[in-house]
T-cell receptor, first 116, second 114 residues
């Protein structure tokens, strides 16, 4: 099974509301990243939080990380119709020292629909 | 900067045919990787490379080969295509495997095997 699992699988909200997505993972990590994918397009990086950080902000995005629970959440405040997309968490796992084992492993994603 | 460029964007293959999906980046990134995306499965790592001449297997490597002869290019080869390889393939690069770095993705190759 995959390293990361997002919850919920799908989320529908009204414009102006906040959207919260959760990610759980299984092994220790170097960092956790969130990505966005518009339909049929490549993924775009949103935010990276290191394993020794607990919270990070970027514009309307707020990410938290709880390494004791192996979980993270992404909050999008004051959502807009343009935020409609799939959102993925990705965990950076493995050893940096000595090379070739560190990997970026993605979860299954949350499909967010923001209704105008 | 072009970033990460994948070709082709669409491809239809017959079972048993071979082909190479091309990926090139112009950012001098050490780390390159290939993912496949299937409905309900998210992205799964196929192969990755931490530098020219160094490759390793990801989560789902069977049926795929890779090589990294230059920093810029990381082609993915399907030696004998199977219908189970019908998917959208994404190439991604990162500045370094040894730092906390983000991945940059290409626009994807939609492959259908009939």
């Amino acid at each position: 099974s995959q390293q990361g699992e997002e919850d919920p699988q799908a989320l529908s909200i009204q414009e102006g509301e906040n959207a919260t997505m959760n990610c759980s993972y299984k092994t220790s990590i170097n960092n956790l990243q969130w990505y966005r994918q518009n339909s049929g397009r490549g993924l775009v990086h949103l935010i990276l939080i290191r394993s020794n950080e607990r919270e990070k902000h970027s514009g309307r995005l707020r990410v938290t990380l709880d390494t004791s629970k192996k979980s993270s959440s992404l909050l999008i405040t004051a959502s807009r119709a343009a935020d409609t997309a799939s959102y993925f968490c990705a965990t950076d796992v493995g050893l940096y020292v000595g090379g070739a084992t560190n990997k970026l492993i993605f979860g299954t994603g949350t499909l967010l629909a923001v209704q105008p | 900067n072009a970033g990460v460029t994948q070709t082709p964007k669409f491809q239809v293959l017959k079972t048993g045919q071979s082909m190479t999906l091309q990926c090139a980046q112009d950012m001098n990134h050490e780390y390159m990787s290939w993912y496949r995306q299937d409905p309900g499965m998210g992205l799964r790592l196929i192969h990755y490379s931490v530098g020219a001449g160094i490759t390793d297997q990801g989560e789902v490597p069977n049926g795929y080969n890779v090589s990294r002869s230059t920093t810029e290019d990381f082609p993915l080869r399907l030696l004998s295509a199977a219908p189970s390889q019908t998917s959208v393939y994404f190439c991604a690069s990162r500045f370094s495997y040894s730092m906390n770095t983000e991945a940059f993705f290409g626009q994807g190759t939609r492959l259908t095997v009939v």
